[in-house]
């Protein structure tokens, strides 16, 4: 069973930066894709962002796009996500999930796999951007 573990969230201000990491134990992220979700208050769950577990290819939502950066530290085991020019409607709780891909190919085209459908879940850190 792989074990997904967040840190690196905490309080910043408007314009700030954070680095999140998900690390796993005992097994390697190489070959997982990795994913990004977030949670506010009252929302959805949405997913920022991914990469895929076959070839590195990064993947971005548009409401963080230019501002994350996703990447990948076999040797550490860890999948970072580097978001800068935090705002306020960032606030909310990070999640790392893993699969076997970001996307699924359904009814003859890819989209990206909802949260119903990644296997493995880390529990979360906090994210407050203060205003």
């Known amino acids: 069973q792989l074990q997904l573990e967040e840190s690196g969230g905490g309080l910043v201000q408007h314009g700030g930066s954070l680095r999140l990491s998900c690390a796993a134990s005992?097994?390697?992220?190489?070959?997982?894709?990795i994913a990004w979700f977030r949670q506010a208050p009252g929302k959805e769950r949405e997913r920022v962002s991914c990469?895929?577990?076959?070839?590195?290819?990064?993947y971005y939502a548009d409401s963080m796009k230019g501002r994350n950066t996703i990447s990948r530290d076999n040797a550490k085991h860890t999948v970072t996500l580097q978001m800068n020019s935090l705002k306020p409607e960032d606030t909310a709780v990070y999640y790392c999930?893993?699969?076997?891909?970001?996307?699924?190919?359904?009814?003859?085209?890819?989209?990206?796999?909802?949260?119903?459908?990644?296997?493995?879940w880390g529990q979360g850190t906090q994210v407050t951007v203060s205003s």
């Open positions: 999930a893993a699969d076997s891909s970001c996307h699924l190919w359904v009814g003859g085209s890819y989209r990206p796999r909802t949260n119903q459908e990644y296997r493995y």
């Open positions: 005992k097994f390697t992220l190489e070959n997982y894709a």
């Open positions: 990469i895929s577990g076959a070839d590195d290819s990064t």
